[in-house]
């Protein structure tokens, strides 16, 4: 077998780890010091992405077979054996790492080369001690644990990295540790992920349990198996504190416990304090860890253990998420930090991947990760050259009028605007192309399995259709299982591709059926794939009507306060004349900019549907990754309950106009009203908030982040704080009694000390003295008594010799029962 | 009437020869003399050992004894000299009371 995807990828993710111990070790002095430490870490990554790249091009260059049979033969290692668990390691190769281990090392080229240039006038701060070097052997370790999190094959695996690219963003956010925000921020992120670990490490036990195994897919297989038998978990019963817990409630326990670490790795309520704080970290920190690759695992992790997910497990997932997007959207609509604003808008995209992950548009999740990954780093080193640019200012009411002197970030960010509002015009198409930048589709995707899940699924037919599901060998009966996706034809295509590569999957071809009919417009064929859709339909819950409009509320919301953002900080007038002076755009720091910029339109390009079909291009399989390796189908082909239940013909020509109506330009809606209200400065806004009764309250509500931090700090920190009181009185109890019992000791020491020895000063010697003196005494007089015969005469240790000899004679001679050696001698005397 | 010569004739004159050694070592200052005392000593070991080799044992394990001692006996004589050489290269002398820096 071939193995060279693999030795690729993981060499890719052990350079950035050479990078980080070389400079960790030697990179504050020469031959490395301030720009060259830099370079040596751009090389390491950049490494990483041409590596990446050639297994990109390569593995996209096989058929669909080809790459199934990789996967399944990819090579492990026998690590280690727990009891009956075999620990593995080895690369999980399939489309979804290789899509995802090129987009980290893509984007974090391009933030390394950024902050080659931006990190030189932020670090040696403090006596030097924020080291350039230090920033750069950090990024090294964290493409390292990244791009490990993203090839780990095994859960155990994947959880090490995943506490590695903890620790990093800790290190990195805390990188001016001198000041205190930033080290207080760096620690709130760790503690609050540390809540969340908790969870994933309670769902990691529980699968371990359970399944035996660490591995993904071997665990999914078994947890399938079990699902599909009614064994394992499914068989168990517990009485939990007087709680009675079902197999399948254990089972919903395991999949939130999982996401629970994604909770807090990606920052979704209640967890989602940490991310805007971790704002005090460098702007590339931001960019790369806060935005594109490290908040996103979390959105990787729930993709990865999808198949360990029950119904109910999912619809938590989605109402985390739904309530995640609406109330960070929100917040960002009211900040004035610059940083701020990107970092709730990335809280509030990681909620509409989390709620897309939760309806089961696994595709569609993953896709708007992808394109929220180009756009986001891009708009974060944006402003991160606005910050550098206007001496380090991050409040957007004292900017205004930057794109005059920094043009290439004004355009580059407008773009990033435009994508992360979901710029696109519906309908219009020119012959199989169609308008819009990735967020558009992304979003869109989302929406639409949401919209599916809300409103065409019967209620009716639930119970008789889970019945159906749960039995084995009636896959025909219920199978059109198509992934997620209004607009993305990706989807077909790949379908079909999948379909005709895989023959056992009935259901697929169903699938497969039920797209081409509905793309050939044959109505027969059409009914017949909704009919289908209809029966599977029943046996996901479906979605409350609230899930489906309040993503759809903030899909206007969205591209308002970006749009608010975009206008206040580069156009109208300057307002703080000092900052626009000054402000300046820095030579060669916006190349990375536009490759970022140019990514995030060709992330859109992906979906044109020729490439798709054709599946030539890199680009194409952004889209179709679920597709191509099965990951969010295999939960109804092996147990015969469906999770992705939505088919969708061809886009927004099907059953999604009325999608397209509802959200379709809601871009505009929102950047227009922001235009509106904006376009000559803040001044309109303050003036509707204090005219409109009520406003202001929502407003300060909203500045106070919804008091999220008030309460936890209270509840929570308070509480803690409390306890720590409590138990510091505890331990003075604790304290008395061990300090009342020295007391005692001391006491009798003292006393008998006063008996035994009166000690110096009262020059009274008392009885251990006297022991003590009397000892040494004898030593003394020994000594001098035995020094008399040392007299270093030879005569005289030589008589004294020969005396001892001659008394030693008479004793032999003449002790009563002497010994044998006077009769001896006697003896031979009278022989 | 002169008696057969036996083991306390042996016995006897090793005895002489020992308590003329010991005398020798004790009185004189000399360090060949004391050397000389040492050699004396020695022999006269040798000579009960060889008296008790013929007339008790019989065999001839006491005289390879006798050789024995006299082989360390050179050899100690060898590093007793080598000794007195050293003394007279630090004290200009060989006399032996002169030797006491190390006394008690």
């Keep these: ?831 | 009437m002169l008696a057969t010569i036996g083991l306390q004739h042996y016995l006897i004159l090793s005895a002489l020869i020992f308590s003329l050694g010991v005398l020798c070592m004790a009185t004189k200052r000399n360090a060949i003399g004391i050397l000389i005392g040492v050699e004396l000593v020695l022999n006269s070991a040798n000579i009960n050992l060889v008296g008790f080799s013929k007339y008790q044992t019989g065999k001839g394990d006491g005289q390879i004894f006798a050789v024995f001692v006299i082989l360390l006996a050179a050899a100690e004589a060898a590093l007793a000299i080598a000794i007195f050489m050293n003394f007279y290269n630090n004290v200009r002398t060989i006399d032996v009371d002169r030797g006491d820096e190390l006394r008690g």
């Design chain 1, 1 to 831: 077998m071939n193995h060279q995807f693999e030795i690729c990828l993981a060499l890719g993710v052990v350079v950035p780890l050479i990078s980080f111990a070389i400079l960790v070790f030697f990179g504050a002095n020469p031959p490395f010091g301030k720009p060259r430490a830099a370079y040596l870490a751009f090389a390491a990554i950049a490494t990483s992405c041409v590596l990446s790249s050639y297994v990109l091009i390569n593995w996209y260059g096989l058929s669909v077979a080809e790459r199934t049979e990789l996967t399944e033969n990819a090579f492990r290692y026998h690590w280690a054996d727990f009891g009956n668990i075999s620990i593995d390691v080895g690369v999980k190769l399939d489309s979804l790492t290789v899509i995802m281990y090129f987009m980290v090392t893509f984007i974090a080229s391009c933030i390394h080369a950024f902050s080659i240039g931006y990190m030189s006038g932020h670090s040696d701060e403090v006596g030097g001690k924020c080291k350039y070097h230090r920033f750069f052997a950090y990024f090294g370790l964290f493409s390292f644990s990244m791009l490990g999190l993203v090839i780990s094959s095994s859960l155990l695996f994947l959880f090490i990295f995943w506490e590695l690219v903890g620790l990093c963003s800790y290190l990195l956010i805390g990188f001016y540790f001198h000041e205190k925000y930033a080290s207080d921020a760096g620690m709130k992120a760790f503690i609050t992920n540390r809540v969340g670990d908790f969870g994933f490490i309670v769902g990691l036990a529980l699968v371990v349990l359970y399944t035996g195994t660490f591995d993904l897919d071997a665990a999914a297989a078994s947890f399938a198996e079990q699902y599909h038998t009614g064994t394992g978990i499914f068989a168990e019963s517990i009485s939990l504190f007087g709680w009675h817990v079902s197999g399948m409630t254990l089972a919903t326990l395991m999949g939130i416990g999982l996401f629970c670490g994604a909770m807090g790795k990606s920052a979704q309520f209640p967890l989602h304090v940490w991310l805007p704080d971790a704002m005090a970290g460098p702007t590339p920190v931001s960019a790369l860890i806060h935005a594109a690759t490290m908040v996103a695992a979390g959105v990787y992790l729930v993709a990865r253990v999808f198949r360990l997910l029950t119904p109910d497990a999912q619809m938590f997932i989605a109402v985390i998420g739904c309530i995640t997007l609406t109330i960070t959207a929100l917040i960002a609509i009211v900040q004035t930090d610059i940083k701020k604003i990107l970092a709730y808008s990335t809280l509030s995209q990681l909620g509409y991947m989390v709620f897309g992950m939760g309806v089961g548009a696994w595709t569609a999740a993953l896709f708007h990760l992808m394109t929220h990954a180009f756009f986001k780093a891009m708009l974060f080193l944006g402003s991160g050259q606005v910050i550098e640019g206007c001496h380090h200012e991050k409040n957007i009411m004292k900017m205004g009028g930057l794109s005059r002197k920094m043009p290439w970030t004004g355009r580059t960010f407008l773009v990033g605007v435009l994508a992360i509002a979901g710029f696109g015009i519906p309908w219009l198409h020119i012959g199989d192309i169609k308008f819009g930048l990735g967020g558009f589709f992304s979003k869109d995707e989302i929406l639409a399995v949401a919209y599916e899940r809300a409103f065409n699924m019967g209620g009716d037919g639930h119970g008789e259709s889970h019945e159906s599901g749960g039995t084995h060998g009636e896959n025909e009966d219920h199978a059109a299982p198509v992934h997620g996706d209004g607009h993305a034809m990706a989807n077909v295509a790949e379908g079909v591709q999948l379909a005709s590569a895989d023959t056992n999957a009935s259901a697929l071809l169903a699938a497969q059926s039920a797209m081409a009919s509905s793309e050939s417009g044959d109505a027969h064929h059409a009914e017949h794939g909704r009919a289908d859709k209809m029966k599977i339909a029943g046996t996901l819950p479906s979605l409350p009507k609230w899930m489906f409009w309040l993503p759809i509320f903030i899909a206007y919301v969205t591209p308002f306060y970006m749009m608010r953002c975009y206008w206040l900080t580069f156009r109208g007038t300057p307002r703080d004349h000092h900052v626009h002076d000054h402000a300046h755009e820095i030579p060669w720091m916006w190349v990375p900019l536009v490759i970022l910029a140019v990514g995030t339109l060709v992330c859109s390009y992906m979906l044109f549907r020729p490439m798709i079909a054709d599946a030539g291009g890199v680009a194409t399989h952004a889209a179709g990754i679920v597709a191509i390796d099965g990951e969010a189908h295999s939960w109804e082909d092996t147990s015969g309950q469906v999770m992705l239940t939505v088919t969708h013909g061809s886009g927004m020509d099907n059953p999604h106009n009325a999608l397209a109506l509802i959200v379709g330009f809601s871009w505009l809606i929102g950047m227009g009203l922001a235009w509106l209200i904006y376009r000559n400065g803040p001044a309109l806004a303050g003036r509707i908030k204090d005219s409109v009764p009520g406003l202001a309250l929502v407003h300060h509500a909203l500045e106070q982040k919804l008091y999220f931090d008030h309460v936890y700090n209270y509840a929570l920190v308070g509480g803690t704080k409390a306890f720590g009181k409590l138990m510091g009185a505890a331990d003075g109890v604790l304290d008395f009694v061990v300090d009342a019992v020295a007391y005692l000791f001391r006491g009798i020491g003292v006393f008998a000390g006063r008996q035994l020895d009166m000690g110096v000063e009262k020059r009274d010697i008392g009885l251990v003295d006297n022991i003590a003196n009397f000892l040494a005494w004898i030593t003394y007089m020994t000594g001098t008594g035995l020094r008399r015969p040392q007299n270093g005469r030879i005569r005289t240790y030589v008589l004294l010799t020969a005396g001892a000899a001659g008394i030693a004679l008479l004793f032999v001679l003449f002790w009563p029962h002497s010994s044998d050696a006077a009769e001896v001698l006697s003896a031979t005397a009278q022989p």
